[in-house]
């Protein structure tokens, strides 16, 4: 009797440390492309499934795939899908419908396992779902882009009619803040669209060519946009492989000339590329900026110099900033801090002048807000309140100055002024309305 008391002792601590196991370490095959698993307080038990295309499927061309996540117990809420080929990362997905274009053209034919997993909002990371494919367009190579890429010099005004430039960055998610942002950009009709940088989650390709999009989202005001490169654009490559592929080998830094005024594209990302005086860069902007004619100049790259918002300065930008004042350019935008700020012109050393560079933050594209963490003297205006800064920076560009807005997805205009050119001969101090 003792003997039968000891075996049935055993087998419920064995179904019980099986439990545990099932709990914390989730089980991967609970159905055809589905797996299962809770945190290790049991609160809650996730399921993810690949339901689209269907496990053993051979795919050419795009192909649609859909993930799905189901939550029982406590305290659960998703945050995000996390999809993988082969275990390398593939995209991002916020919300539901949780759906992206595979563009399968973009590798080699053969056979790969397409997996996904949930993250939760309290950081537990759900064991991976996954289907195995068969991809077959006739791909024996790594394809390459071949393209070459040309500056957008927008979309010549009406007669009488000012040119417009619409700038913002880390905003292509898929969200519907996104959306709403880009809804607001083409109801205010720019000429040019300057993207500021960051895809998300982590920029790789197939983020790229769904939340920036193709001819949706941001892509369908690709025609009259010029790129920055963002510190995500990264993430998932050390060489940035999205960024670059989508935009058709875009150099790390150009020029163009539009609307009578000189752009400068710049990579600020200095632990990828070298941004001090002896780089390639900065020769590259010394030889631009003596070499350009016109009295008005932008100045457009990711990661500000001068930031009161959580993500800090980019201090190695420094030198550039000096020599951008130097040659008298009146703006510089950027992105990074998901907020708003506008910085009192500033010269070589960052110190008040009025015959230096205003500084915008232009971060809220769409995905997410941040709380600014710091007070600055110099900052003339700065917004983070959730939703209003939602939106974008407005330019309206005149031969030596140029009028600024920053318009809310709510409507309203935040921020507004004038800005002069100090090489066409005025007094460049922004001007509020």
């Known amino acids: 009797m003792k003997k039968r008391n000891y075996f049935a002792i055993a087998l419920v601590a064995a179904a019980l440390l099986f439990s545990f196991a099932h709990q914390s370490m989730g089980v991967k095959a609970l159905g055809t492309g589905c797996a299962s698993g809770s945190p290790a307080s049991g609160a ?26 189901s939550v029982t117990g406590t305290n659960a809420s998703v945050q995000r899908l996390v ?11 916020y919300g539901t ?3 992206f274009t595979l563009t399968t053209t ?18 537990y990371s759900s064991p991976q779902g996954s289907i195995s494919v068969t991809f077959n367009n006739g791909i024996t190579t790594p394809p390459v882009n071949t393209n070459q890429f040309q500056p957008s010099t927008g979309i010549p005004p009406a007669n009488g009619k000012p040119f417009l430039v619409a700038a913002t960055g880390d905003g292509a998610s898929g969200q519907t803040t996104s959306s709403q942002v880009i809804s607001l950009i083409s109801s205010l009709n720019p000429n040019l669209l300057l993207y500021l940088g960051d895809v998300y989650e982590k920029g790789s390709l197939m983020e790229f060519y769904n ?24 993430q998932s490559s050390s060489t940035a492989q999205g960024y670059f592929d989508y935009w058709n080998n875009v150099p ?15 990579n600020s990302n200095s632990t990828s590329i070298a941004v001090g005086p002896s780089s390639a860069q900065y020769k590259w902007l010394q030889q631009d900026l003596a070499g350009n004619a016109l009295p008005c100049t932008i100045v457009f790259y990711h990661e500000p110099l001068f930031n009161i918002g959580p993500e800090g300065a980019r201090t190695s930008m420094s030198y550039i900033w000096s020599l951008l004042a130097q040659n008298g350019v009146p703006i510089v935008l950027n992105g990074h801090d998901h907020d708003y700020q506008r910085w009192v012109p500033l010269d070589g050393n960052g110190l008040p002048s009025p015959t230096g560079v205003t500084e915008f933050v232009a971060g809220g594209g769409g995905h997410g807000l941040q709380t ?17 800064v939602f939106g974008t920076l407005l330019l309206q560009l005149n031969s030596a100055s140029a009028d600024f807005s920053y318009h809310s997805i709510n409507g309203t205009i935040l921020d507004s002024g004038t800005i002069a050119c ?9 001007t509020p309305t």
């Open 44 to 69: 809650y038990t996730v399921t993810v499934c690949v339901t689209a295309p269907a496990n053993g499927s051979t795919l050419s061309g795009d192909q649609t795939v859909t993930g799905t996540v």
């Open 83 to 93: 999809f993988n080929l082969n275990g390398a990362y593939l995209l991002t997905d």
């Open 97 to 99: 419908p949780y759906t």
């Open 106 to 123: 973009k590798w080699v034919d053969g056979i790969y396992q397409l997996s996904v997993n949930a993250v939760m909002r309290d950081g």
């Open 211 to 234: 939340w920036y999009g193709v001819t949706t989202n941001f892509g369908s005001l690709r025609a009259i946009t010029d790129p920055t490169i963002g510190n995500h654009e990264y």
């Open 252 to 266: 790390n830094y150009y020029s163009f000339n539009a609307g009578g005024w000189h752009f400068i594209s710049l």
């Open 372 to 388: 600014l963490s710091k007070t600055d003297s110099r900052v003339a205006y700065s917004n983070d309140t959730n939703p209003a």
């Open 422 to 430: 100090p090489k066409a001969g005025s007094n460049p101090t922004p």
